[in-house]
């Protein structure tokens, strides 16, 4: 265990990364879990146009991106022990 451990649950928690996400978001969220440097103004309009607020398109998109962060972390830390 290292002190950043409670740091790092924390985070998982408050990110909520396993929220279910509107169906709508699935090509969105895989582009920002995979590929996030692709994502481009014009997939967060897109959302917009669906109708989804700023508040909401912000939450998945943290959410999607923290658990594809501690996804990675974890692999990490895994080939360490």
């Not at 740091?7 to 509107?22: F, G, I, K, N, T």
Request: net charge negative.
């Amino acid at each position: 265990m290292t002190r950043y451990d409670p740091l790092v649950e924390r985070l998982r928690r408050a990110a909520q990364p396993d929220r279910e996400a509107p169906p709508e978001f699935a090509q969105y969220l895989d582009k920002v879990r995979s590929n996030a440097y692709k994502v481009t103004d014009d997939d967060i309009q897109a959302l917009r146009e669906a109708g989804y607020s700023e508040d909401v398109i912000f939450e998945q998109t943290v959410s999607v991106a923290v658990a594809a962060g501690l996804k990675r972390l974890d692999a990490g830390l895994g080939m360490l022990r």
